[in-house]
């Protein structure tokens, strides 16, 4: 919980441009609609198989780890 909590302080502070999270929880949604309030871009790195839906719709980028622990990075344009 104290990450949660850090990254939307830090948001809030203005002191990171970008949020990323190594997460496929839907739970972490509501966070990271707050976040991006305040500005920052956000990123979620997940396995494909486990990426809620929730996050591709609130995140900036989403980079999926396949089976195979092969990336699937899209363009960044950060």
Do not use: C, K, N, W
């Not at 104290?2 to 830090?10: G, I, Q, R, S």
């Not at 739970?27 to 309030?37: C, G, H, S």
């Not at 809620?52 to 622990?69: C, K």
Request: glycine share 4%; charged share 25%.
């Amino acid at each position: 919980m104290l990450l949660a909590v850090d990254m939307l302080e830090d948001a809030h502070r203005g002191i990171i441009d970008v949020a990323m999270l190594f997460s496929g929880d839907a739970d972490f949604a509501p966070l990271l609609e707050a976040v991006r309030q305040y500005g920052p871009r956000v990123i979620v790195v997940a396995h494909s198989d486990s990426l809620a839906d929730d996050l591709r719709l609130v995140a900036d980028v989403t980079v999926e780890i396949d089976r195979q622990q092969h990336l699937v990075i899209p363009e960044l344009a950060l």
